[in-house]
């Protein structure tokens, strides 16, 4: 029993070795796998945060884009109604422009004409003129003969 009592103590003592290894490595990988979990929260803290920040930044940009979208908007407006009042000055403009022209027409045809008439009356009385200067002159020459 003696042999057998201490190869029962050899192989105890070489199962709690194997225990006391067995309890070493566990107590080292939950150490380990405590770090790796601080490690692992850490980053995911991190990732929450630089996500937070990127949601964030993507709003502010968002907003700026919508803000600078507004801006250009409102200068498109303030740009046709604009345009839209010197097209309507200019319309009026060109309008009063070609009245004045046609009018200018008007008015230089009726004073060619005026002037037509005049020449034409002048020359009449010219003509009458010249025809009792010449009847007097016939007048003068049979009397005087």
Do not use: C, P
Request: hydrophobic share 30%; no cysteine; net charge negative.
């Amino acid at each position: 029993m003696q042999i057998s009592h201490s190869q029962f103590e050899r192989d105890r003592a070489v199962q709690i070795e194997k225990y006391e290894n067995l309890e070493k490595k566990q107590q080292d990988l939950i150490k380990t796998y405590e770090i790796k979990n601080v490690e692992l929260q850490g980053q995911n803290d991190q990732l929450n945060q630089a996500l937070s920040q990127g949601e964030l930044g993507i709003r502010e940009q968002v907003e700026h884009w919508k803000s600078q979208y507004y801006d250009m908007e409102r200068q498109h407006a303030d740009i046709q109604s604009e345009l839209e009042k010197e097209k309507a000055l200019w319309e009026g403009k060109f309008d009063f422009l070609e009245k004045q022209k046609d009018q200018a027409k008007k008015d230089n045809e009726d004073a060619l004409k005026q002037f037509q008439q005049t020449v034409d009356q002048l020359q009449k009385s010219q003509n009458e003129n010249k025809q009792k200067v010449e009847h007097n002159q016939g007048l003068m020459l049979s009397q005087i003969e």
